[in-house]
């Protein structure tokens, strides 16, 4: 066995659940031996069988009814309790015997991507090699604004985990083809993000906005986002090809 | 009337209604003629009495209930309720005639800061001043990585409101002194932080850091914190003469 993990992450949202369970078909549909991970204990319905299911040791409906919590507090005891079955995870997956795992992570990235459970899960779910994607909601990123909002809670959760990242343009089948080339150019072109900037904003907010894209961009912070659908299943192929370099040098998981 | 708004932002458990409470009944002592708004519609138990409740109009467990949600859906959906009632709300606060607000956000930061509803509430939620104070948790930030994780997250959150922004950590009374030397240290004098960071971290990782922290220096993004606790009250004074800068010009809010 030569297990590879990718964590799908992502703001409340950003397609995280679609994605798991969109390319992971995809990828049976190509041979693949892959199972998915659900890690959100909050998540009621889903739209993939998950393999391996924290909501069979925690749910958040269960802690807000045993500790009387509201959504909030039950969601972060629910995220922070997860850790603790980390090892039970561990066994059921690794039984499963899969060459990749998609693990999908709770709704709300806080909780996952800024707390002490999610970074030991994330170092500590097997010791096989990991990748990370992180999700570009395209129907939010094409204001300029928050395109930059995303690359910087981007690089908040690069600078968290420290794996391997790739970066996808989630729902490009819900906004225009002229909008999907927009923010792809942005992101391997930082001038026309830029530019765009300069065209959206006004005084000091363009001002602050472009000296802050320019430093990430000199910091040779590069955010190529890879457009796919979960419904079309565009751009699968290049995600897939990506990963396949993240976390396999470039091989196949499957022979 | 002169009224001020100050939104309280920061990621989940990081102190937000805690300072709510704390800060108003501070300014209270001061003399200050001052209300609090609860944004949150998640939250059970608040350690403050809200002057004005959004809870009035919606909340998650209804959200629920009513439409058979999950938590993760209930609360994406109560927070992008919220929007609706930015009219009624709007005019609760105005009725009381204080010359200043704190408003307290959602627990998650994200289904606030990062989807249409809360930049919506923020610039419709009246046409007085306005500023937000972005809480970095003492607990959390005080690991060189996370600390960097948290610029990035505080940036994210200025260039989606772009309105002035202070800077606070929450919870000193949580750390050790020296911690909290070492965290306002970080945030005034780029250097001190870099030097952690090669201290804190190997290899690539350390490059990375070092170059991104560099090019956010460069940029000028400034990030000088104000320490303070909720418990004792230390540090109100400097985050009061903050926020009068920010949206007072300098000047008491009630005479």
New interface residues.
Partial sequence: MALRLVFVVG???SGKSCLTGAFSEWLRQQEQDVVTVNL?P????LPYEPDVDVRSYVT??DV?ERYG????????AAADMIATYVKELEVELEALEPDLAIVDT??????FA??PSGLFIVENLTRWPKALVYLFDAC?SREP??F???I??A???Y??F?VPQAHVLTKCDLVEREDVKKMVGWSSRPKELLEALEDSLTGD?RLI?R??V???C????SFPLIPVSSTTYEGFLNLNMVLERLVAAGDRYTF
């Fill in positions: 703001m409340a949202g959100d909050g998540a009621l319905d958040v409906v807000m919590l509201g959504p909030n507090g039950a969601m972060i709770p709704g709300q990235m806080e909780v800024f707390r939010f604004g928050n930059v909002a995303n910087f809670l690089s908040a959760v600078h968290r420290f907010r906005a000296d802050l320019r430093a990430v000199r910091a040779g912070a």
